[in-house]
């Protein structure tokens, strides 16, 4: 029988304390408390050895992971659940719970992670995610986009060969000059470039169907007002894109790149997205770079 003062010690400390209530929902991987807590793989395996010492967890083997089971019970459980609420993490963690808990039941994704797997295996002359995706932006049907941060405009450019209308926000004056000019040599008159910034974009509420964050938004000093803007001009029932890199740790990315933000986690974009008021949130990892840090691109899709 665990002894009562060293479960109690060991609660004592947050993380643990935060394990605990998690595994008492739901039986979970390192990998589910990795996305749930945003800590690494090693500072959890550490705490829920400690944990499994003691007998306060348990794991077992299910393919390549362990997936680890919560054993407090009865008072040291309710004590656990009192503490609990003193914790400010607390919400955060039961959301992204649920959220994990949605992706597990996501059957379609799972057919679609096996699908893209095989995709792109084999070499097969002209077949490529490249001109998938560029077929797939030909036959949207839009009225108005907006591509927030869009550089110098090639997705803004190939969403105006459908749309009646597309937007591009960017805040440089370099870049929103040499997009003006493409726009007028490709003869695209819905296309308007207009200055500014994506935690602020000069466009009218309720104003567009669709919105694209492209890459920009690791760039924004807020992501979350980022995405309460883009809540903001949307339509009702509106769509949101978002690509993005997944979380990481090559922090030289913010000297080479300017970036503001080292990546997003999965559960902490859907987090944000929710909590900006959108609805139907997915996500997806759909891509992965062969060569160092090896990126991966975070896709987000979101409802109004």
């Known amino acids: 029988m665990p002894s009562i003062l060293n479960s109690l010690k060991l609660l004592a400390d947050r993380t643990r304390l935060r394990l605990v209530l998690l595994l008492a929902e739901e039986d979970l991987s390192v990998a589910e408390l990795q996305e749930i807590l945003g800590m690494g793989q090693s500072r959890i395996s550490t705490q829920l050895a400690q944990l ?32 609990g609420g003193e914790l400010p993490e607390r919400e955060k963690d039961l959301a ?21 797997g095989k995709f792109g295996r084999h070499y097969v002359p002209g077949r490529s995610w490249k001109a998938l995706a560029e077929g797939l932006l030909k036959i949207l049907n839009y009225e108005v ?6 550089g110098e405009g090639t997705l803004s450019q190939l969403l105006a060969q459908r749309a009646r209308k597309v937007i ?39 104003s567009v169907d669709l919105a694209f964050l492209s890459q920009a938004l690791h760039h924004a000093a807020s992501p979350e007002r980022a995405l309460r803007e883009a809540h903001r001009l949307l339509k009702p029932n509106g769509q949101l894109v978002v690509l993005d890199l997944l979380q990481h740790s090559f922090d030289k990315a913010r000297e080479l790149y300017a970036d503001t933000h080292l990546g997003f986690a999965e ?16 996500t997806a ?11 991966q691109t975070l896709l987000a899709v979101a409802t109004k």
Do not use: C, W
């Open 145 to 150: 986009v907006a591509d927030l941060g869009a």
């Open 52 to 83: 499994k010492k003691e007998g306060l967890v348990t794991d077992q083997r299910s393919g390549k992971n362990n997936i680890y089971s919560g054993q407090a019970g009865g008072d040291l459980l309710d004590i656990a659940r009192k503490a």
């Open 168 to 206: 591009a926000v960017d805040h440089s004056r370099k870049m929103v000059s040499f997009g003006k000019k493409l726009a007028r040599e490709n003869g695209l008159k819905n296309l308007e470039y207009r200055l500014g910034d994506i935690e602020e974009p000069p466009i009218d509420d309720k």
């Open 96 to 116: 992204s719970l649920r959220y994990i808990l949605r992706k597990r039941k996501d059957k379609a994704r799972a057919y679609f992670d096996e699908l893209a």
């Open 285 to 295: 990892i759909v891509d992965r770079e062969d060569s160092p840090p090896h990126f």
């Open 267 to 282: 559960v902490e974009i859907a987090d944000l997205l929710e909590r900006a008021g959108f609805r139907k949130v997915e």
